[in-house]
């Protein structure tokens, strides 16, 4: 297959093109620095890897590149890791909303669309709660900003049905892997000051990134995979457990809470994330036959601390 990638050089989205071409795949990467993703995937390293640069939000030229691909994609969106001023919020809204619409516009101009769009979402979806459970069909929260920027992120990938294109959504928890969020949390913990973040209570729905990328090749070539998948392991873990665990592989004590206040103060609204939290399960996931390959938690978490 050739494969079109948007954000094919964050955390995920590198693995992901590893990945497809260890299968024997084709891949173009579409990305705002070029030069950038060159030094990512080298030529010598990578001959069936393709540099495409676009203007994710702009219509352009680089449309065209997308037909003849098999399959597309879409990875593309700005951190929300960082403190949402009004301009970051912005930015964050309009990299997966534009940036999906105008994809979507792409495959519809193509002579030969592709067959397929796989378009990440987030948990985010479903607002927070630590009493709730979350699934593939359950309702989304009003009044929220991350839970507005999916429901706008997926209703523009929802507009490739009208010309037969099959879609396949997958709403992500927090990825474990050395270079996400987790890799964060590590200094601490060496330094014997590890410990639970705000209360320690709120749901961590988490997935380990091999798996996170296996659940996107398998939307891209299952044909009977169409519609949202979450993309969280089976057995989400409450914060105090993860930093429990977490200290267990690293052999380190996990006892000094960070303060509500400090993350408060880094990240600002944008605290939300890690303080609050929901309970995710993949159950449409599971159904659809896909295996995890870290199910536990532990077993992640030593994975990515090896």
Not at 79 to 90: D, F, H, Q
Not at 135 to 151: A, I, M
């Amino acid at each position: 297959m050739e494969i079109a990638i948007t954000g094919a050089t964050g955390f995920v989205g590198t693995r992901l093109v590893e990945r497809l071409i260890e299968e024997g795949h084709k891949v173009k990467v579409f990305t705002r620095s070029p030069s950038r993703a060159r030094k990512v995937f080298p030529l010598s390293a990578f001959p069936k890897v393709e540099v495409v640069g676009y203007t994710p939000t702009a219509s352009g030229d680089w449309q065209q590149q997308i037909s003849g691909c098999d399959g597309v994609v879409n990875l593309a969106g700005e951190t929300i890791s960082e403190r949402w001023t009004a301009e970051r919020k912005r930015r964050i809204l309009n990299s997966r909303k534009l940036g999906t619409q105008k994809l979507v516009e792409a495959i519809e101009q193509a002579e030969n669309r592709p067959a397929v769009l796989v378009s990440g979402s987030a948990v985010g979806y479903y607002g927070t709660s630590e009493t709730a459970e979350f699934y593939e069909t359950s309702e989304p929260v009003q009044d929220d900003f991350l839970s507005e920027v999916c429901q706008a992120w997926e209703g523009e990938a929802e507009k490739v049905k009208a010309f037969g294109t099959r879609l396949v959504i997958i709403r992500t928890g927090i990825v474990l892997g050395m270079g996400g969020a987790i890799e964060r949390m590590l200094t601490p913990f060496r330094l014997y000051a590890g410990g639970p973040i705000g209360s320690g209570k709120q749901w961590f729905s988490w997935i380990h990134r091999d798996d996170l990328v296996n659940l996107f090749i398998k939307g891209l070539t299952d044909a009977s995979m169409e519609g949202v998948y979450n993309g969280t392991a089976p057995n989400p873990v409450r914060m105090g457990e993860l930093c429990n665990t977490l200290g267990k592989v690293m052999d380190r004590p996990s006892w000094l809470p960070v303060p509500d206040f400090v993350i408060e103060t880094l990240l600002g609204d944008g605290a939300v994330v890690v303080l609050e939290g929901q309970k995710v399960l993949p159950e449409r996931t599971q159904a659809a036959g896909f295996e995890f390959q870290y199910p536990q938690v532990e077993a992640a978490l030593r994975d990515v601390v090896s």
